[in-house]
């Protein structure tokens, strides 16, 4: 098993629903918020773990699902935000969501089918094969594409 790639899908979801909650404003990501403090290695060099938790939000700005200004030393990513794509994709409904509830308002059965609220779950009840599945559904961007519907 790739221990790494679980890893990166959980700093990934992390990373995007911190910058989600902050969304509009341009925020300082640490990786410590999203892994918990690790200690440096014997050199003083960030773990292994650290390192690839910060490379996963590096990744996350490469290919266009975050902006930032800077690095703060290997300890986080400055004044990030997200992208229009991380935006649209994670406010987007996940097809074959299902929520269970008619009679909820439409603005709630929304916030429910997203994206983000759909990582949110998977984090924090220890899913690994559903957050890996969201994961890949935000860069295959299989999200929802029908019309929203007006009452």
């Given at each position: 098993?790739?221990?790494?790639?679980?890893?990166?899908?959980?700093?990934?979801?992390?990373?995007?629903?911190?910058?989600?909650?902050?969304?509009p404003?341009k925020?300082?990501?640490?990786?410590?918020?999203?892994?918990?403090?690790?200690?440096?290695?014997?050199?003083?060099?960030?773990?292994?773990?650290?390192?690839?938790?910060?490379?996963?939000?590096?990744?996350?700005?490469?290919?266009?699902?975050?902006?930032?200004?800077?690095?703060?030393?290997?300890?986080?990513?400055?004044?990030?935000?997200?992208?229009?794509?991380?935006?649209?994709?994670?406010?987007?409904?996940?097809?074959?969501?299902?929520?269970?509830?008619?009679?909820?308002?439409?603005?709630?059965?929304?916030?429910?089918?997203?994206?983000?609220?759909?990582?949110?779950?998977?984090?924090?009840?220890?899913?690994?094969?559903?957050?890996?599945?969201?994961?890949?559904?935000?860069?295959?961007?299989?999200?929802?594409t029908?019309?929203?519907?007006?009452?």
């Amino acid at each position: 098993m790739d221990l790494q790639i679980e890893d990166f899908y959980k700093d990934v979801a992390g990373g995007l629903l911190m910058l989600y909650q902050a969304f509009p404003r341009k925020t300082a990501l640490y990786v410590e918020d999203l892994i918990g403090h690790e200690e440096p290695d014997e050199f003083g060099l960030p773990s292994k773990r650290h390192q690839g938790c910060l490379g996963a939000l590096l990744w996350l700005a490469e290919e266009g699902y975050v902006r930032f200004e800077s690095t703060i030393q290997f300890q986080a990513i400055d004044q990030a935000v997200l992208t229009e794509k991380a935006f649209l994709r994670l406010t987007g409904s996940v097809a074959g969501t299902e929520i269970g509830a008619d009679d909820l308002p439409p603005s709630v059965l929304r916030v429910q089918a997203s994206l983000a609220q759909q990582l949110r779950e998977a984090l924090r009840n220890g899913h690994g094969e559903q957050l890996a599945r969201l994961v890949r559904v935000l860069f295959e961007s299989q999200l929802s594409t029908a019309p929203e519907q007006t009452t």
